[in-house]
């Protein structure tokens, strides 16, 4: 999977937002986050060479595509994307209540190209958000349990039918106010997938996760290739055999998908759960 960030800058609207990963980032280069804009890959996927045919596309991780501070472009990503059949689009947002009014005129029940995500990331959120979402015409429709923040009871929602995949994962900061990602809520959204036979992706640990076992303890993992790679060994997902799904996680640099690496001295350590 690879990347198109035509737009950056967003707004918080919810807890999931709370330790924004790429709010993060970009304070720390002296760029105002809240200012959404245009970025030097507005037309980048144009490019066969950068996006052969057949790749799939996360859109806008760093951003989202719905928000309003980019309603005077989206027509054109719209053309863009029209453009790239031969492309799959992962478009992933919390502002379902934008969606209708953003849609392009010749959408009908969806494009054939595009997977639109709903976020989702606790049980307030998930009920507020999904059952909008669920009304709206997508072909391709998902959700993201991400950051996960507890358990999220998503079956009446996957009993519909409408849903091709679940995605979940930890939160991923370095801020001291990380929050926990635990096993157990994991292990209650794949048992729900599994029971729908809708498929499941648990696409990383997160910075502090707690994982079978480990009682009142959590480890630390800082890097997010470490965090895509120990979620990959757990192997907490479940293929429905739906081939209508994303071929998650990204490939992070310095993130070894095949190989099953020792866990570093950070991975090891465990830290009282006291300090969440």
Known sequence: MQLWNFQTGCTKVSVGCLNCYAEASYIRY????????K????????????????????????SDFFHAGGDSWRSEVWDTIKARLDLR???????????????????????DNVWLCC????????????????????KHKMIMVEPLLGQVDISKYLATGQYVQVVSGGECCQSKNCRLTLFDDV???????????VTFT????????????????????????????????LDLNYWSGNPD????PIKYSGCQR???????????????????
Request: proline share 6%; glycine share 8%; charged share 25%.
């Open 245 to 248: 799904c994303f071929r998650l």
């Open 89 to 111: 689009f992962m478009i992933v947002t919390k502002r379902v209540e934008r969606i209708v009014q953003s849609l392009p005129p010749d959408w009908g029940d969806g494009y």
């Open 119 to 138: 976020t989702a990331e606790d049980q307030a959120n998930s009920d507020e958000r999904l059952p909008v979402f669920s009304d709206i015409p997508i």
């Open 258 to 276: 095949k190989a099953k690496p020792k866990p570093s001295h950070k991975q090891q350590t465990l830290f009282d759960m006291s300090l969440r």
């Open 202 to 233: 648990f696409e990383r640990t997160g910075t502090r996760w707690c994982g079978a076992g480990m009682g009142e303890k959590y480890q630390y993992i800082r890097g997010q290739g470490e965090q895509v790679n120990l979620a990959e060994t």
């Open 30 to 37: 002296g760029h105002d986050f809240r200012v959404v804009h």
């Open 39 to 62: 970025t030097k890959q507005f037309n980048a996927v144009l490019d066969k060479n950068k996006y052969p045919p057949g790749e799939d596309v996360w859109v806008c991780n760093t």
């Open 187 to 197: 292990m209650f959204l794949l048992d729900q997938c599994r029971k729908y036979g």
